[in-house]
């Protein structure tokens, strides 16, 4: 078992890079949005618990990442940028083009190796892994023909995203007991302030 500080993340995505994209909480309101990929170490954590790296991966970059701490954090800023603009490209019609450059840049690093489960990338055990893994992924998202599922949060600052499969797709809320229930309470409130000012003014 890997060692180390860990922090748990969301997975209500339905695919890891948008459960990437829900590393920004609050995405939607200037004041209270926070990013919990703060440096190296949150982007381990985040890529050991999605299944993007192994245990004994992880423990190699946790030491890697002390001793080259300044590429270290390019490696956060570019992970940021990639995650970014997958949002951009699937959620605002953005052009794809940061995230076809990142899949490009990755598998110039790489080689297509049979394994158990058929032909897949192989990369440098560097600090650059968990970027080219996530360039990977990323380009699944955008090529996936789930992208007629997705969807985003109802409430007005949240900003979380995931695919809608719900039977009806008719799903609102990023989770119904959290920004789901909080909304409803605010609906309720808002209908029976409304229908007391409506008794008292007899409008």
Avoid: K
């Amino acid at each position: 078992m890997t060692t180390g500080r860990t922090q748990s993340f969301s997975q209500l995505g339905g695919h890891r890079m948008l459960d990437l994209v829900n590393t920004v909480h609050w995405r939607l309101s200037p004041d209270r949005r926070r990013d919990a990929l703060a440096d190296y170490g949150d982007i381990l954590d985040w890529a050991l618990q999605l299944g993007i790296l192994n245990d004994a991966e992880t423990e190699s970059l946790r030491d890697a990442h002390l001793r080259d701490p300044r590429r270290a954090a390019r490696v956060v800023d570019e992970v940021r940028a990639l995650r970014d603009a997958v949002y951009a490209a699937l959620y605002e019609s953005a052009d794809p083009g940061p995230v076809v450059d990142a899949y490009r840049a990755a598998i110039s690093e790489g080689v297509l190796a049979p394994g158990a489960r058929g032909w897949r990338w192989t990369f440098p055990l560097d600090l650059d892994l968990p970027l080219r893994r996530i360039a990977l992924d990323a380009v699944d998202l955008l090529t996936d023909d789930r992208q007629t599922s997705l969807a985003q949060c109802q409430d007005a600052e949240c900003g979380w995203v995931f695919l809608d499969t719900s039977p009806r797709h008719n799903r609102r809320w990023c989770d119904s007991a959290d920004c789901g229930n909080r909304n409803r309470v605010r609906e309720y409130y808002n209908r029976r302030r409304d229908g007391d000012r409506e008794r008292a003014t007899g409008v």
